[in-house]
T-cell receptor
Framework: DAKTTQPPSMDCAEGRAANLPCNHS???????VYWYRQIHSQGPQYIIH???NNETNEMASLIITEDRKSSTLILPHATLRDTAVYYC?????????FGTGTRLQVFP | NAGVTQTPKFQVLKTGQSMTLQCAQD?????MSWYRQDPGMGLRLIHY???????DQGEVPNGYNVSRSTTEDFPLRLLSAAPSQTSVYFC????????????FGPGTRLTVT
């Protein structure tokens, strides 16, 4: 499974868009990009996933570059409840392997 | 549905003791897995199972045993607890190998003294 690189921390003002980047330069053609988040000490929560097209759901949008070597998770209107650690994961086989993620702090 | 449940929520063990962390899901998911999370770290995969009777090792399997006799249950056994196994343990499940959404339990906080 390909490895990912994320900034360790980011800040975002409440109500603004949070853009979380992820590099996955060694991604293979059949590997998907997944995003999960972990709020405080809870179990991680699935957010969104994609292969090569941009995706949007009720929680977030996922933008994947044309060469698939990087992606951006967008929370369009961040709230205080979005403060969490966000994990970008590349998954092709059965295993979901976590990195260290980005700690997003949303401030008032 | 209760989703993924884990018991106990908290546990303190002495070095050398054994115990079993319980995990159950009521969603008829084929795929289940165990992770550990140390302070300030991401989750690391211990063991996983793609169906009843089938288990395999993850990133950090040493010191842990698993079995999968039913679809619903996936217990994690610590054979001889060590302080290095102090961690938060998360169980997870998803419908199958290709399923995209994985559901996590609330975690078990284990301290080994």
């Amino acid at each position: 499974d390909a490895k990912t690189t994320q900034p360790p921390s980011m800040d975002c003002a409440e109500g603004r868009a949070a853009n979380l980047p992820c590099n996955h330069s060694t991604i293979s053609g059949n590997e998907y990009v997944y995003w999960y988040r972990q709020i405080h000490s809870q179990g991680p929560q699935y957010i969104i996933h994609g292969l090569k097209n941009n995706e949007t759901n009720e929680m977030a949008s996922l933008i994947i570059t044309e060469d698939r070597k990087s992606s951006t998770l967008i929370l369009p209107h961040a709230t205080l409840r979005d403060t969490a650690v966000y994990y970008c994961i590349v998954r092709g086989t059965d295993k979901l392997i976590f990195g260290t993620g980005t700690r997003l702090q949303v401030f008032p | 549905n209760a989703g993924v449940t884990q018991t106990p929520k908290f546990q303190v063990l002495k070095t050398g003791q054994s115990m079993t962390l319980q995990c159950a899901q009521d969603m008829n998911h084929e795929y289940m897995s165990w992770y550990r999370q140390d302070p300030g770290m991401g989750l690391r995969l211990i063991h996983y199972s793609v169906g009843a009777g089938i288990t395999d090792q993850g990133e950090v399997p040493n010191g842990y045993n698993v079995s999968r006799s039913t679809t619903e249950d996936f217990p994690l056994r610590l054979l001889s607890a060590a302080p290095s196994q102090t961690s938060v343990y998360f169980c997870a499940s998803r419908l199958g190998l290709a399923a995209y959404e994985q559901y996590f339990g609330p975690g078990t906080r284990l301290t080994v003294t």
